[in-house]
């Protein structure tokens, strides 16, 4: 997993004071736009920081009382103090960028989530603080350019805003850093609070546009700058949106922030970002839903590979394929044992507080018995040179040497390969047992216009024909052979503004891994008994069949893409809580914490309390209460009954 650097803008205006549309908290509270944008930064920290411990994060804070970042004031690490006093401070003309607060892009520590929770809305009893969101854009990139510059890094900007504040746009020094920022391969995300249009842009390959990077990121301070970003501490021309409409008039401010949404589209749209609109869902939700759809045509780019696709004996075309779909799992625990104290039996701290720990590693020792007649006699272990490995077939293990294993993989010996063997119809091929590996899609070189006009007309005719293509697949070089699937597939083109999709497209081949007729178990449930079945009346028929109909979700309800896992979302607060609130000392030493101290810190929700669940019961209510008049329930009495476990093979 590459290393992440993101930098959150929080719009601090007091537009972002208001609540946020229906949206409640845990307890059922309405909260406000910042809250809301509060809840989803914290919550997006503490997962990523879950998931690796090198990602980095810092936070631009806009319309605030005081001015602190890199470029003026950098002399306390205490933040969160400038979010507590309701005066502002007037700086003077020469401050660079006044008005905005700078949390340090470093990896997360409870000092930074205690920054971010303390952030406050300006009041809109006082002078309104003069930064926008394109001044934070300009020292947010700077921020990037001066921690990642020739650094190894994925970079991001993510910026929560509701638009409704006036823009000083310097249209020469933003087009310099936008510039800047492609070139660092620099994306823009816009959670856009209220907004009506939204947009999710595709970056453009350039070969100009990649900078050089070094492995050795550790020690590249003080490269020498090759990319600049145009900072500087001059005014801002005056460039502000004017309108013959009162300023302080909702009409003025709704003008303002159409302005402001188009410009930010076009910003996005530079940096192959997004704009999403945000209108009362949940803004971690949001993001985690643009992200897991973008993943693959993000990493597309750097997995494409090159093959030969052998159509016919002599037609042999250059193409590519990458992965469609890969299979996810969460990162292992690592296990540590403690250093104990040789004195006092007490573990050790370092001189940081911390406990020193020590990798626990497996060690795996291979013995024989001395006597095969006489296991009393004990074992010996098998030295080095006298092991070989082997294979296993069946319950026989057959030992196969350097050489043998060179012999056999001659035999193999090709290069990344397709090979068209011939065509079946589509429904001869079992499609439920197409699980086997991930799914690859296979497409045109990129050098070729020819290899893509071909494999688009092969997939075209292909769909025609309902046919299916059979063939032999080698994944990498001089590696095993692997029968496989070719099925025809259409790209629907969609609008960069909206989901629909228009009639234009281009065709290509996904590859499936076939597996073999022995290991696909086409499972057939037994015959259900209907002769001592009680099917009621049709009275009580129908309550059962409304109450179903009444239960059953549309296909637009219950998306499992953009709703998170309870369970994981409830480890998540887990995190972000011990990381503010560590466990004492004591506790550490203890086998594992109370019950109810984790209970405390991830607030886990029963399913029933759950916002899709209380609609449908909510929506179900008259047919649940005829289903219980109809079926009233009754207490089972099972004391004294033990049930009997019984296996395959026992009798009746």
Not at 42 to 51: F, G, H, S, V, Y
Not at 194 to 217: A, L, S, T
Not at 488 to 510: D, F, H, M
Not at 570 to 594: C, Q, W
């Amino acid at each position: 997993m590459s290393k992440e650097a993101i930098i959150f803008i929080v719009d601090a205006n007091h537009t972002m004071d208001v609540p946020y549309n229906n949206a409640t908290n845990t307890e059922g509270e309405s909260i406000t736009r910042l809250t809301a944008v509060k809840d989803a930064v914290l919550e997006k920290i503490a997962t990523m920081a879950w998931q690796s411990s090198t990602h980095e994060f810092g936070v631009v804070v806009l319309k605030t009382r005081y001015t602190h970042h890199h470029l003026y004031d950098t002399s306390t690490n205490n933040i969160s103090k400038f979010f507590t006093s309701d005066r502002i401070k007037v700086e003077d003309d020469d401050v660079p960028f006044p008005n905005l607060i700078e949390i340090e892009l470093t990896r997360p520590s409870h000092h930074i989530l205690n920054a971010i929770k303390s952030i406050r809305a300006t009041a809109s009893t006082v002078q309104t603080p003069e930064a926008d969101f394109c001044q934070s854009l300009i020292l947010a990139a700077d921020t990037l350019y001066r921690r990642t510059a020739n650094k190894k890094y994925k970079r991001s900007i993510v910026l929560f805003t509701d638009a409704e504040h006036e823009v000083d746009v310097d249209g020469e020094r933003l087009e310099c850093v936008l510039n800047g920022l492609k070139k660092m391969d620099v994306s823009l995300e816009v959670v856009g609070l209220g907004f009506r249009e939204e947009g999710v842009f595709v970056k453009q390959e350039d070969e100009d546009d990649v900078i050089d990077v070094d492995e050795n990121d550790d020690n590249n301070d003080d490269e020498e700058e090759v990319v600049d970003l145009c900072v500087d501490d001059e005014e801002a021309s005056d460039s502000k949106i004017h309108a013959e409409i009162q300023p302080d008039s909702h009409d003025f401010r709704m003008l303002i922030k159409r302005e402001n949404e188009k410009l930010l589209l076009s910003l996005a749209q530079q940096t192959g970002g997004a704009v999403l609109a945000a209108n009362g869902q949940n803004i971690t939700t949001l993001l985690e839903s643009y992200r897991a759809k973008n993943s693959e045509s993000s990493n597309s780019r750097f997995t494409r590979n090159k093959c030969e696709f052998k159509i016919t004996p002599n037609l042999t075309i250059e193409t590519r394929y990458s992965k469609m779909v890969e299979q996810k799992s969460l990162p292992s625990l690592k296990r540590d044992a403690y250093l104990l104290d040789e004195v006092t039996g007490q573990p050790m701290k370092d001189g940081g507080g911390e406990f020193m720990t020590t990798p626990i590693d497996s060690i795996i020792y291979h013995t024989l018995q001395k006597n095969p007649d006489n296991p009393e006699d004990g074992t010996i272990e098998v030295p080095q040179e006298s092991r070989t490995d082997a294979y296993r077939f069946g319950s026989d293990l057959i030992p196969l040497g350097k050489m043998d294993m060179a012999g056999i993989n001659s035999a193999f010996k090709s290069p990344k390969s397709v090979e068209m063997i011939g065509y079946i119809p589509s429904k001869d091929v079992i499609q439920s047992g197409l699980t086997l590996g991930p799914a690859y899609a296979l497409y045109g070189g990129k050098e070729s216009n020819r290899s893509m006009t071909a494999v688009a007309a092969l997939a075209e005719a292909m769909n025609v024909k309902d046919l299916w293509g059979f063939c032999r697949f080698v994944k990498s070089a001089n590696g095993d052979p692997r029968l496989a699937v070719l099925v025809p597939r259409k790209i629907e083109q969609k609008s960069q503004v909206s989901s629909e999709s228009s009639n234009s497209g281009g065709w290509y081949l996904a590859l499936l891994q076939l597996p073999f007729a022995d290991d696909v178990n086409v499972l057939k449930p037994p015959e259900v008994p209907t002769d001592h079945l009680n099917l009621g009346d049709y009275n009580e028929s129908n309550v059962c069949d409304e109450l179903i109909d009444s239960l059953m979700i549309a296909d637009d309800e219950l998306d499992s893409i953009t709703i998170s896992h309870p369970a994981l979302k409830s480890y998540h607060r887990m995190i972000a809580h011990f990381a503010m609130n560590p466990i004492t000392d004591e506790e550490e030493r203890k086998v594992g914490l109370p019950e109810e101290r984790i209970l405390e810190a991830c607030r886990a929700t029963p399913l029933c309390e759950l916002e899709s669940v209380k609609m449908m019961s909510k929506k179900a209510s008259n047919q649940i209460d005829s289903f219980l008049k109809t079926y009233p329930l009754t207490k089972s009495n099972i004391e004294g009954k033990k049930s009997e476990r019984k296996y395959w093979g026992d009798g009746n």
